[in-house]
């Protein structure tokens, strides 16, 4: 009898997966995951490749939130961590592989926008939302009904540091060198270069505009050009590693301009592997311990020193734990785990008390909040200004 069961249970196996086919990425996720005592929240990350500190920091504010709110509905909040492998081609399949074999009810990830974009389309044919926390380049999120994030993006960052070098650092001519292989290093540039010649009326006070690939470790021609030029301010969005590296390169040189960035600059292996190279650097980020925006601030800050004494958390750490507790709110206020309910709530997010600051979610799922001017000083990041969103 329990060869024939096992036989005929063989069949109805094989039966369904024909039944199925390889359709079964696109299908909607409505009947996730989660079930009896247990609800999925997938986390897409890059834990190894050229983004893995990026993606260790934002995986450290999501395990910190499960800690404090591991359950909702009465049921445990179960973590299920992908590696991307900071591949374009694997983001998308580690989303495939949480929306169909594990089956989550929504998605955390991921660090760096050239990682998001590519889940983009697993993510909205299965319908399953995803909560960026840090990716900021506008395409994560456009004509993508189920991708929200809950930071700010590139437009708005990119005319932040426009303003800053021209109205504080009293640039007139700029060059900008850009990661060329990476979607967010790309739109930046393009943001901060338009909004710089709107500031200046001068469509050529952006001098030079140089080129570098991902993984690339000698800057010396680019830079060479660049110091040609003779600009006032270098804007040099990129990749830590990258970044760190052009700015030591570039004090080799003899340029002695001010280099600034973006948000991707904000951890500890920018400072180690430029080291002095990058004092007075510059860049713009999302968060502050020197001031705690709201109560959940204080309650984060409290608990990550806890855990971390002597440590201070990254921005993308805490935009990572207000992704899992905006998603937990969802689930709670859809008082179920089905990912399109999920995803309505999501939509209607206004005002929610993150640790990153007030979120409110905007008509295409991104959130309107202020930026955060820092500067590396003494080896370490400190908090300059705070520039309010529009």
Partial sequence: MKKKASILLSGIIATSMLLSGCG???APASSSSSSGD??????????????????????????????????????????VTVDNKSDKVESANAASRLVDKEKVSAIIGSYSSSM????????????????????????????????????????????????????????????????VSNDYSVGLAKFFSDSFKKLTGDDKSVLALVNYNTGDQDFTAQLTNIKAT??????APGNFTESALIMKQARQLGITVPIIGGDTWEVNEFLQIGGSAVEGAIFSTFFT??????????????????????????????????????????IEKAG???????????????????AAGVITLDENRNAVKDAVIKEVKNGKFVFLDMVGAK
């Fill in 38 to 79: 247990t609800i999925k929240i997938g986390v897409l990350e890059p834990m190894t490749g050229a983004y893995a500190a990026g993606g260790a920091i934002e995986v450290e504010g999501i395990k910190l939130a499960n800690e404090l709110y591991p359950e909702v509905l009465g049921k445990k909040i179960e973590l």
């Fill in 230 to 235: 003779n600009p006032d301010v270098i804007f």
């Fill in 336 to 354: 179920s785990a089905d990912p399109a309910k999920i995803r309505d709530q999501l939509a209607k997010t206004k005002d929610f008390q993150g």
């Fill in 289 to 330: 311990t020197e001031k705690p925006m709201t109560k959940e601030s204080e309650k984060f800050l409290a608990e990550y020193a806890k855990r971390n004494p002597g440590k201070e958390p990254a921005a993308a750490t805490a935009l990572a734990y207000d992704s899992y507790i905006v998603i937990r709110d969802a």
């Fill in 116 to 179: 998001s974009m590519p889940a983009g389309d697993v993510i909205k044919k299965a319908k399953v939302p995803a909560v960026a926390p840090s990716a900021t380049n506008p395409l994560v999120t456009q004509d993508n009904d189920y991708y929200f994030r809950v930071c700010f993006i590139d437009p708005f960052q990119g005319q932040v540091m426009a303003n800053y070098a021209y109205n504080k650092l009293n640039a007139k001519k700029v060059a900008i060198i850009q990661e």
């Fill in 24 to 26: 079964n990425a696109t």
